[in-house]
């Protein structure tokens, strides 16, 4: 099946910088989803991109399907930014979606 | 709209006993999945339904069971309950696959001892 893998797996930041996650997929994906899990376990959607580039606020991400990676750019961090962050995929040809997780990149933002 | 909702948010079971897990969403979505999360580790597809009355397995269905009746709710069965089980179990849904993005409820942690 599909493999999803995330970099860096951890990641320590000082309030304020600039950092980028990136997820890698092993075979075409039909759907590209970025989520956040907060430190109380709560799931959050940042992005549904299956394709191209999508901002929100300080957030960003980028999808090159051709090349099967995506990009999330987090900018000017803050500590509410602290959890995992989560890279889904749907493998082609997808029309139930059934996502597939990475294993996360665990953010800490230091005040 | 309450979107997901779970319940219970915590429950400890005894080897061998069973429960139900409850998933309800009020946003009429078609869809809906049952995940589950262990700890470290990313979320894993158990079960999932493309509308009422159709339901099929996903990744790590077995100790599992589903049903469907309904548009709005989407119970996840675990009979028998074993240590493995132990995990944190999230609900989604979709409106439309391919244009949108997953919701997914607060969770519900089981253990199991």
């Known amino acids: 099946g599909i493999q999803v893998e995330q970099s860096p797996p951890d990641l320590i930041l000082q309030e304020g910088a600039n950092s980028t996650l990136r997820c890698n997929f092993s075979d075409s994906v039909n759907n590209l989803q970025w989520f956040h899990q907060n430190p109380w376990g709560q799931l959050i959607n940042l992005f549904y991109i299956p394709s191209g580039t999508k901002q929100n606020g300080r957030l960003s991400a980028t999808t090159v399907a051709t090349e099967r990676y995506s990009l999330l750019y987090i900018s000017s961090s803050q500590t509410t930014d602290s959890g995992v962050y989560f890279c889904?995929?749907?493998?082609?040809?997808?029309?139930?979606?059934?996502?597939?997780f990475g294993q996360g990149t665990t953010l800490q933002v230091k005040p | 709209n309450a979107g997901v909702t779970q319940t219970p948010k915590f429950r400890i079971l005894k080897i061998g006993q069973s429960m139900t897990l409850q998933c309800t969403q009020d946003m009429n979505h078609n869809y809906m999945y049952w995940y589950r999360q262990d700890p470290g580790m990313g979320l894993k597809l158990i079960y999932y339904?493309?509308?009422?009355?159709?339901?099929d397995k996903g990744e790590v269905p077995n100790g599992y069971n589903v049903s469907r009746s309904t548009t709005e709710d989407f119970p996840l069965r675990l009979e028998l309950a074993a240590p493995s089980q132990t995990s944190v179990y999230f609900c989604?849904?979709?409106?439309?696959?391919?244009?949108?993005?997953?919701?997914f409820g607060p969770g519900t942690r089981l253990t199991v001892l």
């Open positions: 889904a995929v749907e493998p082609n040809p997808g029309n139930t979606g059934k996502l597939i």
């Open positions: 339904s493309v509308g009422a009355g159709i339901t």
């Open positions: 989604a849904s979709n409106p439309i696959v391919g244009t949108d993005t997953q919701y």
